[in-house]
């Protein structure tokens, strides 16, 4: 008699070879995943973890370190380290007493005071404010020392060409120095006008005579000014009139040039001045090197002619500088 065996029975062999390949799959899988979770902490704690060089900690995503590990033996060796962009500062002007509505009772330039006098000084007043007695006695005292100076050279100044010669160099000298007695504000006589014009205008080949302060002989030349006004202009005729009230002093050629300049800035107050001066020194004429073909140039630029190159480049080219 056959005798058959129950389901339950029949697939337990099965079910045990089944469950045997589970167990190594599954032990497989885990190995693999216990592989792979390794992995990605080995690669996590790699990612978090800090590299020490030379005792300082830094991260991998952080800046680049210089390559240059100890430090050089010159300071020039050193890399230098980037520029800081400086942020600019916003000047606060104070108010002029225009926009205060208050009068100015002195110049703030030093060139002219509150009574229109240029660079005065103790003498200056004096000749301005003296009496016609005071006047007399000043001419008698140059008489005098010209007199002095004729005698020192060698000469008889009672002979018959050298008798009426200290006083005629002592009125030449007092006109050579005419400009000690006059005022700026005079010369202006309020001819300024509002015209709403804002180009540029040149008084070009002034002629200038001055006297040189060092050894009291004669330069000349020719003076270039230039200026754009604000609104207001001036009569053509006072620039060179300014000018020359500056010629007749002592002077040497770079104050001049610059004394115009600021005297014209400060009168008119335009966007912009600038001044040329050529001249030929007799003190180096006819003294010293002697060179008789030399020339001197000096200028001096103000507002915009200073600050914009292509503005002064065009005022030199305009008076005639940039064709030589």
Do not use: W
């Not at 006109?175 to 180009?199: C, L, S």
């Not at 005729?237 to 115009?260: D, G, H």
Request: overall charge positive; charged content about 30%.
């Amino acid at each position: 008699m056959v005798q058959f065996e129950s389901p339950s029975r029949a697939g337990s062999p099965s079910s045990t070879g089944s469950s045997s390949n589970g167990d190594r799959k599954s032990k497989k899988s885990k190995r693999r995943d216990g592989g792979g979770s390794s992995k990605k902490r080995s690669h996590d704690d790699n990612d978090n973890a800090e590299t020490t060089v030379n005792g300082s900690s830094s991260h991998k995503n952080a800046e680049r370190r210089s390559s240059v590990s100890k430090p050089a033996r010159d300071d020039r060796d050193r890399p230098e380290p980037p520029l800081k962009k400086k942020k600019r500062k916003h000047k606060v002007t104070a108010p002029t007493p225009e926009e205060t509505g208050e009068a100015s009772t002195r110049s703030p330039s030093p060139v002219i005071d509150f009574d229109g006098l240029s660079r005065p000084s103790r003498g200056t007043r004096e000749r301005l404010e003296e009496t016609d007695e005071q006047k007399a006695a000043r001419l008698e005292k140059m008489k005098g020392a010209v007199r002095t100076l004729l005698e020192c050279v060698g000469e008889d100044p009672d002979r018959e060409g050298l008798l009426a010669t200290p006083e005629r160099y002592a009125k030449a000298m007092l006109t050579f120095t005419k400009g000690y007695q006059q005022n700026v504000k005079d010369i202006v006589n309020g001819a300024i006008f509002q015209e709403g014009h804002n180009e540029m205008v040149i008084v070009k080949d002034i002629e200038v005579f001055s006297m040189c302060e060092h050894h009291l002989v004669p330069f000349t030349g020719k003076m270039h000014i230039g200026y754009i006004p604000k609104n207001a202009v001036i009569g053509i005729s006072k620039l060179p009139r300014i000018a020359e009230l500056f010629a007749r002093r002592l002077q040497i050629q770079e104050r001049l040039t610059r004394e115009v300049a600021n005297a014209i800035m400060e009168v008119l107050n335009p966007q912009g001045v600038a001044v040329v001066m050529e001249s030929s020194h007799l003190c180096m004429v006819m003294r010293g090197v002697e060179k008789t073909t030399t020339s001197t140039i000096t200028s001096c630029v103000l507002g915009c002619f200073e600050r914009k190159e292509k503005t002064r480049n065009e005022f030199l080219s305009l008076i005639g500088v940039n064709r030589r």
